[in-house]
């Protein structure tokens, strides 16, 4: 069984390239699998700096314009190869036995979707943002290794280090484009309604290398928060307790001073920033840093429901509950 790795990436020419040497050696015959680059509008010689690559597996990079995550993936999978789609990001060392784990995993023939590991790469710096990725993303991670558990959610289905049959994507006619964020929780939903079966694969392991900072942290979140309002307009049956538990299951109390908080951020933010700072400052001490986590989660969760209130969503929650 051939496999196509595909790597979407956006000026990140270093990272991508780190990415690479650890595909390059990976312990799959190089005769099996192939890698396809997306270069997505990228502005820093990404290209020109991988063209003169010449791996032992067959390798190619193409550019397009700027269309994001989902226009970048859509591109890999129509141009790969082989009947087997691999898809990680631009900023992933992959262990040696990531892309043997996957085509193992779909040696039965059955509709799955695939998903590996993912942790924290530990030359990442450390930060309160880092340390958020490492007690929510890394957290979610080991529990699933500890547990032993193949079973996934759609809402934990992450194409950043998953794989798929290309005739199941075909038929699920790719990724939203229109979605710049949360594409992989839309693709998720529509694979999972036609019976396709999430498989959580451990042994597939990609160290994240983490460099974004508190603030990127928040655009992220009201960017979120956008996408959120998206789907749940195109999927209102598909909302449940899942990533936006915290929503329902707060006390009524908790609900109410976030809501006021969401109305007033950057009054908000006048408290919670100091908090995230002395975090960053006393890193090493574990109590302060655990505030600037807590401060920064707040703040995230904060500026996503600011956002989602100005859109139009005064609520979302179970199923066939959503308001608009």
């Keep these: 069984m051939g496999i196509s790795v595909i790597v979407p990436t956006f000026n990140r020419r270093e990272l ?29 010689g990404t290209a020109e700096a991988l063209s003169s690559l010449r791996p032992a597996c067959r390798f190619r990079v193409i550019e397009q314009e700027n269309r994001g995550l989902a226009g970048a993936r859509n591109t890999g999978f129509r141009a790969a190869e082989t009947n087997l789609l691999l898809f990680l990001d631009d900023d992933m060392l992959c262990d040696s036995g990531l892309v043997a784990a996957h085509v193992a995993a779909h040696r039965a023939g059955v509709r799955i979707a695939a998903f ?27 529990d699933h290794k500890a547990l032993a558990d193949a079973s996934l959610h759609e809402d934990e289905a992450v194409f950043s280090n998953s794989s798929i049959p290309r005739a199941l994507l075909a038929e699920a006619g790719g990724f939203d484009e229109s979605f710049r964020m949360r594409e992989d929780l839309e693709l998720a939903v529509r694979l999972f309604r036609s019976g396709v079966q999430a498989r959580y694969i451990p042994d597939a392991v990609a160290h994240q290398y983490y460099d974004k900072s508190s603030a990127d942290l928040i655009r ?17 049956e ?21 809501r006021i908080a969401a109305l007033f951020p950057v009054a908000a933010d006048c408290i919670l920033i100091p908090v995230c700072k002395l975090g960053e400052v006393f890193f090493r001490v574990s109590r302060i840093r655990s505030l ?33």
Aim: aromatic share 8%; net charge positive.
């Design 116 to 142: 590996g590991a993912i942790f924290l790469s530990p030359d990442s710096r450390p930060s309160v943002a880092a340390e958020c990725f490492n007690r929510e993303i890394g957290a979610f991670h080991l």
């Design 238 to 258: 598909a909302l449940d307790s899942g990533y936006l538990s915290w929503l329902t299951q707060d006390p009524p109390w908790k609900k109410i001073l976030r």
């Design 220 to 236: 992220d979140s009201e960017a979120f928060a956008v996408a959120d309002t998206m789907f749940a307009r195109k999927h209102p």
């Design 16 to 44: 991508v390239r780190r990415t690479l040497d650890t595909l390059f050696a990976q312990s799959l015959p190089p005769s099996r699998f192939e890698i396809i680059v997306v270069v997505d509008g990228s502005t820093d």
């Design 292 to 324: 600037g986590v807590r401060a920064l989660q707040m703040r995230r969760r904060i500026h996503w429901l600011h956002v989602a209130l100005k859109l139009g969503i005064s609520r979302l929650t179970m199923p066939g509950k959503s308001s608009h």
